[in-house]
């Protein structure tokens, strides 16, 4: 990792950050995404809805900017913390969109400079930070959700290979992925947290098939995964054979890290919530809500919202500076969460009649996107395990109180 660099190094690193983002992030790209389809999600069969998307993925992939603070040798921009922090605002201040989602990014590539082996780093990540392979999370079973540990997904070794069978659900955008992080029991004698380990999966591989899972809203990214007699070579575990379950935890602290913050940078989120709130409670005028109780509702998330801000600021810094993240995260992906819901449901709120369609002429395109908004932040709280199952791990491993019997 870097060294802290000084205040002034940090003016210099800032003025050549503006300077490189002027020249290089396109115009195109300077607006939020309203329409989730640009958004750009890399792999084997990636999509480009506009071309400058493409081209702004490839000028931060080249620089190492998609994962700043990876080290330069597998592709990433070897910035310090604070770096970082400079680039994202930055960005921010212009607008820019991100030029790359992935759940390798977010997920697998901090497991791997952690708990993966050299050769897995240089294998995986260059090919994660160029957006060129996108990855699927092979945990949830139809049998093991919540109680993950009880996964059935069996890998035994024959020879340099492990023979996988069994099946995944809930897979998000496995249809569309190129490989697969996943949990497989390895050795069903033993109690069921230790039997278990994390293995890397090609999707093409022959006895892998997917099947999506429709949901009444129509659109959905879940997949059902099968592996049928599927050979994964021995080299593909990641960690130690049966310790796979330290490495599933703590993928799923970063996913929780990531899910408490996502929100904030939500598609529809063009403009704040007390200017939503003027322009469709006050009709555009200023000053006080004409509302009393929506705008002590107002307030209330408000205040919420940056606190909570602050709090995530603090500890995406330490986890940027190696500590962490911890079990603590559970508390952020509870209350982050749980204030998006809020947030969402407050929304359709101001919008009054104008926030209960879902389809049809009397709704703009905008109006129907924050709906399915409001809609979609009820699994937030559901993916990368439920608020109760946080409120469990909050109780026994932040606040340590007894567990029972
Ligand atoms: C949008 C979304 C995307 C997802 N993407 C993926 C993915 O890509 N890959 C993947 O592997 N999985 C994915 N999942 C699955 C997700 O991880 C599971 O849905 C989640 O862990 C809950 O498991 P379950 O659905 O089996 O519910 P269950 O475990 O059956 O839980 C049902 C209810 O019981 C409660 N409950 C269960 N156990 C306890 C307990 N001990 N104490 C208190 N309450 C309890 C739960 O809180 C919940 O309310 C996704 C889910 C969603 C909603």
Not at 306 to 327: D, F, H, Q, V, W
Request: proline share 5%; aromatic share 8%; glycine share 10%.
């Amino acid at each position: 990792m870097t060294s802290a660099p000084s205040a002034s190094e940090l003016d210099k690193f800032r003025a050549d950050t503006r300077a490189w983002l002027e020249e290089n992030c396109p115009q195109a790209m300077r607006s939020k995404i309203l329409d989730p389809s640009e958004e750009v999600w890399g792999g084997r069969n990636a999509s480009f809805k506009l071309p400058e998307s493409k081209l702004w993925l490839e000028r931060m992939a080249a620089k190492g900017w998609t994962a700043p603070t990876w080290p330069t040798q597998y592709g990433g921009g070897g910035l310090s913390s604070a770096e970082a922090r400079v680039l994202d605002e930055e960005l921010r201040r212009i607008n820019a969109r991100s030029a790359l989602k992935s759940f390798g990014l977010w997920m697998l590539g901090p497991v791997l400079l952690e708990y993966g082996n050299e050769e897995q780093r240089q294998r995986f990540l260059p090919g994660i930070i160029r957006g060129e392979t996108r990855w699927c999370q092979g945990y949830s079973e139809p049998g093991a959700g919540s109680d993950l540990a009880s996964l059935a997904t069996r890998a035994e070794l024959q020879g340099d290979h492990y023979l996988i069978n069994g099946q995944k659900i809930w897979t998000s955008h496995a249809d569309k992925a190129d490989w697969m992080f996943c949990l497989v029991r390895t050795d069903p004698s033993a109690k069921k947290h230790d039997g278990i380990s994390f293995i890397l999966i090609d999707m093409q591989s022959p006895g892998v098939s997917v099947r999506p899972i429709q949901l009444i809203s129509g659109a959905s990214p879940f997949c059902e995964s099968f592996f049928e007699d599927v050979r994964v070579p021995k080299e593909n575990l990641v960690g130690e054979l049966n310790h796979g379950w330290s490495v599933a935890k703590r993928l799923l602290q970063h996913e929780r890290a990531l899910i408490s913050k996502l929100r904030d940078d939500a598609p529809e989120e063009d403009e704040t919530l007390p200017e939503m709130a003027l322009r469709l409670i006050n009709g555009g005028e200023p000053g006080p809500l004409a509302d009393h109780a929506l705008r002590e509702k107002l307030a209330q998330v408000e205040m919420d919202f940056l606190c909570n801000k602050l709090t995530l600021r603090r500890s995406s810094e330490s986890i940027a500076a190696g500590i962490g993240p911890g079990p603590e995260t559970s508390m952020f992906k509870l209350y982050g969460t749980e204030l998006n819901k809020r947030r969402k449901e407050l929304k359709v709120l101001f919008m009054g009649y104008q926030g209960i369609g879902w389809e049809g002429e009397g709704y703009s395109a905008r109006e129907l996107q924050m709906t399915r908004d409001w809609l979609r932040s009820r699994a937030n709280s559901i993916e990368g395990g439920s608020s109760e199952i946080q409120l469990n791990i909050i109780a026994k491993r932040v606040l340590g109180l007894p567990g029972s019997s």
